[in-house]
């Protein structure tokens, strides 16, 4: 059966209550597990819609903010959990962070005539159409950084990205780095006729049985298999589906059982770009390399992840400086 337990959310009433853009934690106690399952609509249209981004690019980047977001629900402070992706091929670079209030934002880094060499349809996005991980990123790493914030040791572990979908290298970066048995699974739809993107994800996690016995150790054993086999039962239409409650979802794949599901989080697309931010960077460039960037008087700085544009001209600069000065 399945029971709901409140926890610290955000967001009013109103914007939990959304059947999109949001990340639901659950509990499964008979398999000594636990996971987050997350769906994103509006949030991964304004992240994606920032950039004029090929089908097949966007299509792995919507499966690395949902990944962040899952993630950094569970983290205990409001820090940032971050998914790069860094590789000689085609996509050299893929971004996504999370915090654990729920702003997300990502962005990719990629060479347009190398993806379009790929001859990928968007209709093929959704399957076994789209390219493998090796051919996007050729040679690459995975690292997933956990920034905690408060003043707290930021930790990142790093694999090499393995297997042809996000989701083997998600599994092989937890075995390796964590030692955490994981199951993952992802779907992506691609807009079609007035409905834009949307991705649905589903992470479990086993954890360490409670119970000191054979007989518990074995039951945990058997329990995390049918957990694992009832997951990656969902089909692609369930994740992704924006009238159908997550709740609705973990009480089809687990009705048997039972699940405990925890408060939602609501996500939404939120930068942390700020003027503030870009003064403190231009303040900490050396006068030469600052001088490299300065175009007909003007130092333009664009942040990958939202596209917002901040110029400075030479009276800015010098502006910045001085009070750099003053301060010391």
């Known amino acids: 059966m ?9 967001g009013t009433p109103a914007e939990r209550s959304t ?26 249209d304004e992240i994606l819609g920032r950039h004029a981004y090929p089908a097949a690019v966007s299509a792995v980047l919507a499966e690395t903010v949902t990944l962040a977001a ?24 893929m971004v996504a962070d999370a915090t654990a ?3 997300l934002r990502g962005y990719a880094q990629f060479d347009a005539d ?13 399957h076994q159409g789209a390219p493998s991980m090796p051919r996007l990123f050729g040679r690459a790493y995975l690292a997933l950084t956990l920034d ?49 993107w949307r991705a649905g994800g589903l992470l479990l996690q086993r954890m360490p049985p409670e119970g000191g016995t054979a007989t518990a150790a074995e039951d945990a054993e058997d329990g995390w298999h049918r957990a694992v086999v009832l997951a990656s039962s969902v089909r692609d239409q369930e994740l992704t589906d924006p009238d159908l409650p997550l709740e609705t979802l973990l009480l089809r ?51 990958e992840f939202c596209g917002t544009s901040y110029v400075y ?7 910045l400086r001085a009070n750099d000065a003053h301060r010391h």
């Open 114 to 126: 190398a993806v379009a060499a790929l001859d990928t349809a968007v209709a093929g996005v959704r």
């Open 19 to 44: 059947l999109v853009d949001r990340s639901l934690p659950f509990r499964l106690p008979w398999a000594e597990a636990r996971g987050r399952v997350a769906r994103l609509g509006p949030a991964l």
């Open 253 to 303: 794949l687990y009705h048997e059982d039972g699940a405990v599901a925890y408060e939602a989080l609501p996500l939404g697309f939120a930068c942390r770009c700020s003027p503030e931010r870009v003064e403190g960077l231009i303040r900490s460039l050396p006068v030469d390399d600052l001088a490299e960037l300065t175009v007909d008087g003007r130092v333009d700085v664009v942040c």
């Open 2 to 10: 399945m029971t709901t337990t409140p926890t610290h959310g955000a």
């Open 313 to 319: 001209d030479d009276a800015d600069i010098a502006r």
């Open 148 to 196: 905690p914030g408060q003043g707290m040791e930021r930790y990142q572990g790093i694999v090499e990205l393995d297997g042809e979908r996000l989701a083997d290298a998600v599994h092989a970066y937890f075995r390796m780095s964590e030692q955490i048995e994981s199951a993952v699974r992802f779907a992506v739809m691609p807009p079609e006729g007035d409905r834009g």
């Open 70 to 93: 899952m993630v950094a629900h569970s983290l205990k402070t409001d820090g940032v959990f971050t998914v790069q992706i860094r590789g000689d091929g085609p996509v050299s670079l």
């Open 101 to 103: 209030s729920g702003a």
